[in-house]
C-alpha cells in the first residue's frame, strides 16, 4: 500500500446514485500517530456516528480536501466522469500533497500525474478510505439538507435526492427543480409543449 513516511490519501465519493444534488468526494490523508480510529465504511454505521467520526477526523490534524460537482455538470459529462472529477478536485485541495492515492472502487483518476490505485471495497479495508467515505457522506448529506431549505417540496431531508418513491411522485407533481440531473431516468420528464 505504501512504504514508510510516504503520505498515503484515500479517496471515496458520495451521491452517484440520487437523481438530484451533487456528488461529493472526500480525500483524506491521516495523521500520523493518530490512535487507531474504528472506521468503516459509512454506508453500515449511523448517521449520528459518521456526524461524530467527521468531526473528529476535522479536530485530528488530518488533511482533508473535498470536490463537489453539481448537477448540471453531471448531465454535462455523464455521472462516472463527474464523480472522477470530484475526486480529482479533492486530492488537489490537500495540503501537503499526497504520495500516492487509494481510490474507493475499479477507476482511477484518468491523466492524472499522483501514483494512484482503484481498491474495491476499498471503504471497508482502508482506514483512509474510510475516512473519505464519511467525510463525502456526511458533507453531501449537509449539502441535500440545506437544498431542501430551498426546495421543501422534494423532502431531500429524508431521501437526500434519491429515487425514494415519495421523491419520484414530488418530481411527477412538481416537475424536476435545477438541481435535479435532468439525464437521470425519473427525472428526464417529457416535457408539454407550451399552450399557444
Not at 157 to 183: M, V, W
Request: proline residues 7%; contains cysteine; hydrophobic residues 45%.
Amino acid at each position: 500500500m505504501g512504504s514508510m513516511g510516504e503520505r498515503i490519501a484515500g479517496v471515496d465519493e458520495a451521491g452517484r446514485g440520487p437523481l438530484a444534488g451533487p456528488v461529493v468526494a472526500a480525500a483524506v490523508i491521516l495523521p500520523s500517530g493518530a490512535p487507531p480510529f474504528p472506521f468503516r465504511d459509512s454506508k453500515t454505521i449511523s448517521h449520528q456516528r459518521r456526524v461524530i467520526l467527521h468531526d473528529w477526523l476535522f479536530a485530528s490534524g488530518a488533511a482533508i480536501g473535498i470536490g463537489v460537482v453539481e448537477p448540471d455538470e453531471i448531465d454535462r459529462i455523464n455521472i462516472l466522469q463527474a464523480a472522477l472529477l470530484a475526486m480529482r478536485i479533492a486530492v488537489e485541495r490537500l495540503d501537503p500533497l499526497p504520495d500516492k492515492i487509494l481510490i474507493d472502487g475499479n477507476k482511477t483518476i484518468p491523466r492524472f500525474t499522483l501514483a494512484q490505485e482503484a481498491i474495491v471495497k476499498g471503504d471497508a479495508k482502508i482506514p483512509a478510505i474510510s475516512a473519505a467515505s464519511i467525510i463525502a457522506k456526511v458533507t453531501r448529506d449537509r449539502i441535500m439538507d440545506g437544498l431542501h431549505a430551498q426546495y421543501p417540496q422534494y423532502g431531500f431531508d429524508k431521501h437526500k435526492g434519491y429515487g425514494t418513491k415519495e421523491h419520484r411522485d414530488a418530481i411527477l407533481k412538481h416537475g424536476p427543480a435545477a438541481i435535479h440531473r435532468k439525464t437521470f431516468a425519473g427525472v428526464c420528464i417529457v416535457e408539454l409543449p407550451a399552450e399557444s
